[in-house]
Nanobody, 123 residues
Framework: VQLQASGGGMVQAGGSLRLTCAAP??????YGWFRQAPGKEREFLAA?????????YYGDSVKGRFTISRDNAKGTLYLEMNSLKPEDTAVYYC??????????????????WGQGTLVTVSS
C-alpha cells in the first residue's frame, strides 16, 4: 500500500492550500496528517476515523484553520488549510493505520505513510 500526497506549494501568509492524499488500494480505520519542519519533531495536525461517526481530531496549532476530510468512494484524504502562517512551513505527510483510540493523534499509531509534500508560507 502506498499513499500519494500532493498539493503542496508556496503561498503567502493568510492564504489557503488543499492537500490531497490518494490511498485507493485499501481502507484503514484512521487517516491522519502530520508535518515536520526542519530541526523539529513530527507534529500531529489532524485525523479522521473512517468508520463510526467519522470523528475528527485536530492539533492545537491548527484547530479552527485546518479541516480534514475523506472521500471514501474515491479513497482520497484531504487537508484544507486556511489562514496559513509562516510557521506552518514544513513537509506535510499523510498517514493511514488502525490505531487504538489513544493513539489516533500519535505518529506511532500509523503504519503507512505518504512521501511528503512541501508547504512554504511566506510572510
Amino acid at each position: 500500500v502506498q499513499l500519494q500526497a500532493s498539493g503542496g506549494g508556496m503561498v503567502q501568509a493568510g492564504g489557503s492550500l488543499r492537500l490531497t492524499c490518494a490511498a485507493p488500494e485499501r481502507t484503514f480505520r484512521s487517516y491522519g496528517w502530520f508535518r515536520q519542519a526542519p530541526g523539529k519533531e513530527r507534529e500531529f495536525l489532524a485525523a479522521i476515523v473512517a468508520y463510526s461517526s467519522r470523528r475528527t481530531y485536530y492539533g492545537d496549532s491548527v484547530k479552527g484553520r485546518f479541516t480534514i476530510s475523506r472521500d471514501n468512494a474515491k479513497g482520497t484524504l484531504y487537508l484544507e488549510m486556511n489562514s496559513l502562517k509562516p510557521e506552518d512551513t514544513a513537509v506535510y505527510y499523510c498517514a493511514a493505520g488502525n490505531p487504538i483510540m489513544s493513539y489516533v493523534t500519535a505518529s506511532e499509531g500509523y503504519t503507512v505513510w505518504g512521501q511528503g509534500t512541501l508547504v512554504t508560507v511566506s510572510s
